[in-house]
């Protein structure tokens, strides 16, 4: 059975960095290209990044692009973001989703939440 | 990378049918069959209904139906039932690689 599970969410400083991750099993994760995508409170959903299987190929949100860095480690099943110079409104459920065959993320974790204070 | 449009809210009584739109550029939903649809009630996380404009995973209900037309998508939902309650966010590819999503359509019931 699929399954995503985020960790690493939490309180932190503007400014501050933290790194989540996302645990995978259920599926080859080598195979797939892996999104994050974010929610802050109350609003809706914001794609943020996403890594191909070739590692070196990533993309991200204008509004990311330069603090955030994708990656992953196939040998652990395990996604990443490393989230830099944060701000408050980076504010917001993360998370993690499988890039399916049919271009766009098709199951996703239950996120988890990051706190950027002032 | 804008956000695509969608109408803040809809609502519809049990039994009818509700449509929700989606309008994107030239460069994402106009350019590609890539836009999918997500169910999301509150405190969930988001499940995919409709991916690829049309198709629908295994175990979504028929009722569930997607369309486009040039630059705008179309989610329908037939037969409305009160678990349909949720909102609903429609999502492309586009062409700088990125994907974007629309700012969400509560659904009321």
């Known amino acids: 059975q699929l399954q995503l599970v985020e960790s690493g969410g939490g309180v932190v400083q503007a400014g501050r960095s933290l790194r989540l991750s996302c645990a995978a099993s259920g599926f080859t994760f080598s195979r797939f290209g892996m999104h994050w995508v974010r929610q802050a409170p109350g609003k809706g959903l914001e794609w943020v990044a996403i890594?191909?299987?070739?590692?070196?190929?990533?993309y991200y949100a204008d509004s990311v692009r330069g603090r955030f860095t994708v990656s992953r480690d196939n040998s652990r099943n395990t996604l990443y973001l490393q989230m830099n110079n944060l701000r408050v409104d980076d504010t917001g459920v993360y998370y993690c989703?499988?890039?399916?065959?049919?271009?766009?993320?098709?199951?996703w974790g239950q996120g988890t939440l990051v706190t950027v204070s002032s | 990378q804008s956000a695509l449009t969608q109408p803040p809210s809809v609502s519809a009584s049990p039994g009818q049918s509700v449509a929700i739109s989606c309008t994107g550029t030239n460069s994402d939903v106009g350019n590609y069959n890539r836009v999918s649809w997500y169910q999301q009630p509150p405190g969930t996380a988001p499940k995919l209904i409709i991916y690829?404009?049309?198709n629908r995973p295994s175990g979504v209900p028929d009722r569930f139906s997607g369309s486009k037309s040039g630059n705008t998508a179309s989610l329908t939902i037939s037969g409305l039932q009160a678990e349909d309650e949720a909102y609903y966010y429609c999502?492309?590819?586009?062409?700088?690689?990125?994907?974007?999503f629309g700012g969400g359509t509560k659904l009321t019931v």
């Open positions: 690829e404009v049309t």
């Open positions: 999502s492309s590819y586009t062409s700088s690689g990125t994907w974007v």
């Open positions: 890594i191909r299987p070739d590692p070196n190929n990533k």
């Open positions: 989703a499988r890039d399916g065959s049919g271009w766009c993320p098709d199951s």
